[in-house]
Nanobody, 127 residues
Framework: QVQLVESGGGLVQAGASLRLSCAAS????????MGWFRQAPGTDREFVAA????????YYADSVKGRFTISRDNAKNTVYLQMNSLKPEDTAVYYC????????????????????WGQGTQVTVSS
């Protein structure tokens, strides 16, 4: 069982940066592939970024590629989402997710691939 707690959201102006963090409980964090998703009001939850358990492989949604960076620190049981050049359309609740992964280089971009979810953190970008 893994518990995930996101932090770092807030209200910023367009063009600003934020870094989200997701702290995981347990001693097996390094065996989990991680992902970030977001959900804006009235829309479905969408994939943002994913990282393999070995950190070597990352994958991004086209809408954030070149602006967002996912990373992880297995020693701190934490995954990060660095968000630069934020746009109003990035406004959403951001969720981190985890799933056990055998492969070091596997990433997952579908929400039903993940077993554990955090409670979400609100990101609001004003124009």
């Amino acid at each position: 069982q893994v518990q995930l707690v996101e932090s770092g959201g807030g209200l910023v102006q367009a063009g600003a940066s934020l870094r989200l963090s997701c702290a995981a409980s347990g001693r097996t964090f390094s065996t989990y592939a991680m992902g970030w998703f977001r959900q804006a009001p009235g829309t479905d939850r969408e994939f943002v970024a994913a990282i393999s358990r070995g950190s070597g492989i990352t994958y991004y949604a086209d809408s954030v590629k070149g602006r967002f960076t996912i990373s992880r620190d297995n020693a701190k049981n934490t995954v990060y989402l660095q968000m630069n050049s934020l746009k109003p359309e990035d406004t959403a609740v951001y969720y981190c997710a985890a799933r056990s992964s055998i492969g070091l280089g596997l990433v997952y971009r579908r929400d039903f691939d993940y077993d554990y979810w955090g409670q979400g953190t609100q990101v609001t970008v004003s124009s």
